[in-house]
């Protein structure tokens, strides 16, 4: 684990329940459909549209949960220190698309 977040510039204790005191972390969420809204049911959260900003100083996950034809502008619209808080919840095979990222 710690040598994926390393080569993706993540903290290796970030996700460790012990350091989060079992409490659901902050995330932004993308999307507000059917799953969206079911994420954002869990806890702490700020849900965004397709066409919001991500904030560039913010911290925590940023879960993406639209269709597969809006990730390109998704990405390329995120601050490039945020790209590594991305986590996609696409149900499609997604390794050619963030290969090409």
Do not use: H
Request: proline residues 2%; hydrophobic residues 30%; contains cysteine.
């Amino acid at each position: 684990k710690k040598q994926w977040l390393d080569k993706r510039g993540g903290d290796a204790s970030a996700g460790d329940d012990a350091s989060s005191g079992g409490q659901v972390p902050f995330s932004e969420i993308i999307g507000s459909g059917r799953i969206g809204a079911l994420l954002a049911e869990a806890g702490k959260c700020k849900v965004l549209g397709r066409e919001d900003s991500i904030d560039s100083e913010g911290k925590g996950s940023i879960l993406i949960a639209t269709r597969n034809d809006s990730l390109e502008s998704i990405v390329e619209k995120c601050p490039e220190n945020r790209r590594k808080d991305l986590v996609f919840m696409q149900n499609g095979y997604l390794d050619k698309f963030l290969d090409s990222k």
